[in-house]
């Protein structure tokens, strides 16, 4: 059985930092990609990350390029997401999903996300 | 690549047919010919689901009732014999090419 835990979420003032981490059980990071996809309070789903099988090719969306950075470590079984010059717009629920396979885009196990609240 | 879902809300009764529709901006093929077009249901309060990937398939555990068709830039999922569970918003997503884009939603009410 497939299992995600998110953790790592809160509130945060704007511009500092806050690691998110997906703890994952049932499969092996070496064999799927992994993604990050937020959804802000009321609003829909937005991708923001993903992780290639193994770690090494990782890509973003445009608007956290260069503040978040995603990785895995396959010893732990877990994917972080680790966040920086966070502004109110990053406010949202933070879900962990495992690809259906190492790169195919369809995100087939979600955890049940964390909330991170930016705010002062 | 912007998808564009229709309608924003579907009113349905249980028991009855029900359709989605999502336009992509651009062809969703890669070079293996497939489109890169899944359909996802968030039950309320819950994390979204794979329902259909690659247009048609059904994900594991998935009731046969839930069907996807089409090919760009027009894609359908159909939803016979709606079922009280099935409420939720519906959103199709393309894995074309990243960013992964997600239409607004369809919210599908019994």
């Known amino acids: 059985q497939v299992y995600l835990v998110e953790s790592g979420g809160g509130v945060v003032q704007p511009g500092r930092p806050l690691r998110l981490s997906c703890e994952v059980s049932?499969?092996?990071?070496?064999?799927?990609?992994m993604h990050w996809v937020r959804q802000a309070p009321g609003e829909g789903l937005e991708w923001v990350a993903l992780v290639s099988h193994g770690g090494k090719n990782k890509e973003y969306r445009d608007s956290v390029k260069g503040r978040f950075s995603i990785s895995t470590d396959d010893s732990k079984k877990t994917v972080f997401l680790q966040m920086s010059g966070l502004t109110a717009g990053d406010t949202a629920v933070y879900y962990c999903a495992k690809d259906r396979g190492q790169r195919t885009g369809s995100l087939d196990s979600w955890g049940q996300g964390t909330l991170v609240t930016v705010s002062s | 690549i912007v998808l564009t879902q229709s309608p924003v809300s579907l009113p349905v009764t249980p028991g009855e047919s029900a359709s989605i529709s999502c336009r992509s901006s651009?062809?969703?093929?890669?070079?293996?010919?497939?489109?890169?077009l899944d359909w996802y249901l968030q039950k309320p309060g819950q994390s979204p689901q794979l329902l259909i990937y690659l247009g048609s398939h059904r994900a594991s555990g998935v009731p046969d009732r839930f069907s996807g068709s089409g090919s760009g830039p027009d894609f359908t999922l159909n939803i016979s014999r709606v079922a009280v569970e099935d409420v939720g918003v519906y959103y199709c997503?393309?894995?074309?090419?990243?960013?992964?884009?997600f239409g607004q939603g369809t919210k599908l009410e019994i």
């Open positions: 651009q062809s969703l093929v890669r070079v293996n010919g497939y489109n890169y």
């Open positions: 997503m393309q894995a074309r090419q990243t960013p992964l884009t």
């Open positions: 049932g499969f092996n990071l070496s064999d799927n990609a």
